[in-house]
């Protein structure tokens, strides 16, 4: 299949999310073992084309290119998952991809296919597979190992992102009166969930941490029997093995004694098929990955009853 073809179909994949389905990807990096990628984070796969790099880049950057007007950074993956780097490969492609509020390209060895996944078919990796934090998901494809590369996780060890809140607004917080600041945070990429931690910190917020969907639903139902134990609020990621954002949400309105809680979904996914979905499912909010200022003051503002 050729890449146009293959990429023509993203647009009918859309309809798989708000179900706990998703469509990956599928490449290589050097050998047999595939690797997947969100297609909602993919623009468009690309011959390797030439590429312009400069002293002092990081070591996993294989260089620049121009890609429709704009310059933007190839990070060779192989070289980031302990592989030999592909910079040299003529038969390379680089994997245009857009999150978190910015463009990049990944360079692989090659690309295969679009196939659907279904949440409880991924589960978190195994520590014995040898993975690392750069893989946050595995499943099965056609009796072989796919691993979900956490291309969020790569781009953080290249690129440092802000992640303290303006005194101005922590100075706000430290005024407001919440019947409770505890909230719970769900995310299956250590690295967001690290950051979430310590941007709540800086405004007196405890975080209740889950590494998916699944597992907050089943906090979320013991911890509401009890009000010692209860939280304002749920921010979640979209993309998690097992249950996703949009499906751990709509279970949430339709519990009754969950229904009231807020919640955000907080993705580096972003565009219109979002927003839709944010409403379809009953979210609160939706926020791009990763805006400090704007997450600490929409959470606070919909934990404060004064401004419900």
Known sequence: MSTTALLDS?????????????????????????????????????????????????????????????????????????YAPLANVATAHVVVTEFSRSMQGF??????????????????????????????????????????????????????????????????AGLR?????????????????????????????????????QEALELLTNMMESDSDRIALVISDIEMPRLDGYALTRAIRETPALRQLKVVLHSSLSGVFNEALVRDVGADRFIAKFQPDLLAKTVLELMDPSTN
Not at 152 to 165: C, D, F, P, R
Request: hydrophobic share 45%; net charge neutral.
């Open 10 to 82: 993203v647009e009918s994949h859309t309809r798989l999310a708000g179900h706990n389905r998703v469509a990956m990807l599928l490449f290589r990096l050097g050998d047999k073992q595939l690797f997947g990628i969100n297609v909602f984070k993919v623009r468009e796969v690309l011959r390797k084309p030439v590429m312009e790099k400069l002293p002092g880049m990081h070591e996993w950057l294989a260089g620049s290119f121009d890609y429709r007007g704009k310059t933007i950074p190839v990070i060779d993956l192989a070289t980031a998952m302990g």
């Open 107 to 172: 360079l692989v060895a090659d690309f295969q296919r679009i196939v659907h996944c279904t949440g409880e078919s991924l589960e978190a990796p195994s520590v014995t597979l040898g993975f690392g934090h750069r893989v946050n998901a595995v499943s099965r494809i056609d009796g072989q190992l796919m691993a979900v590369i956490d291309v969020e996780h790569v781009l953080a060890s290249i690129e440092e992102v802000a992640t303290e809140i303006s005194p101005h607004l922590q100075q706000q």
């Open 177 to 213: 009166q919440l019947p409770t600041r505890r909230i719970m945070v769900v995310d299956d990429s250590v690295v967001a969930r690290g950051r979430l931690i310590n941007l709540f910190k800086q405004v007196n917020i405890d975080c209740i941490i889950a590494q998916d969907g």
